[in-house]
């Protein structure tokens, strides 16, 4: 099996391409200047990746922007901080402002001219207008669950991929590789339908951070550390070395 096989490589965005941590960490700096016992980055990521995927599994409905501003307001709870509507609402609003891997860019703009490139997200579309900006606006098409109604790790979303891809590129499962950090959103749903999976491990095999652990054991067929390896291996089986 090698990375070329694919003609349609489909992505997750947020801790696959922008450094979601990073700008969640920062957007939260405001919350946690006023606590009179911060987390550390590592525990408030933590708390984010439960706080996240339970107010997506019961607002699946909300935008993206209006649910991490529900997000934000379960976490200053839980911290003791005192209810701020603005400051949920700029974080809700910060995802334009979340920076792009520095691998990122570069690694798309080779990728895109062998391959189809699809993002599924869990953004809705307003908000990702900025990231896909960081990103060098690579896509052929950007499915949010905004347009699904739903949020990964639901089925539907993957579902929804699979129409999309049959009905705009005659594309079948065979066809696609799709590209993922988090197991817990993307590797899990994924697998259970039958695509073939592509790890990149941007924690390098520690747990934690910002996305919640899998239910279940899943094996991704290939892993990377970074979309720099990735592309490493696919200009390796180009030049028929891999």
Known sequence: MRLCD???????????????????????????ARLAD?????????????????????NPDLLYADLL????????????GEPDRAASIGFGQSVGDWPAFAD???????LKRHHRLITLTNC???SYRGSSARLGDPWDAILTAEEVGSY??????????????????????????HIA???????????????????????????????????????PDFRFTSMAELVAQHRAERRGGA
């Not at 801790?15 to 939260?28: R, S």
């Not at 911060?38 to 019961?58: D, H, I, N």
């Open 38 to 58: 911060p987390p550390t980055r590592e525990v408030a990521l933590a708390a984010f990746a439960q706080a996240e995927s339970a107010c997506q599994a019961a």
């Open 152 to 177: 990964k790790p639901s089925p539907a979303n993957f579902e929804f991929l699979l129409d999309r891809v049959a009905a705009d590129l005659g594309g079948a499962p065979k066809d696609i590789l």
């Open 104 to 110: 990122a860019p570069a690694a798309l703009a080779y």
């Open 6 to 32: 694919f003609p349609i490589l489909t992505f997750d965005t947020y801790g696959t391409l922008i450094d979601w941590e990073a700008g969640i960490w920062t957007a939260l700096q405001p919350l946690c």
């Open 69 to 80: 501003a529900a997000t934000h307001r379960t976490l200053a709870q839980g911290w003791g």
């Open 124 to 126: 809705d579309r307003a």
């Open 181 to 219: 950090q988090s197991l817990f959103h993307d590797h899990v749903p994924a697998k259970a339908l039958g695509l073939t999976t592509a790890w990149v491990d941007r924690r390098a095999g520690r747990g934690g951070g910002a996305t919640a652990p899998p239910p279940e054991a899943v094996a």
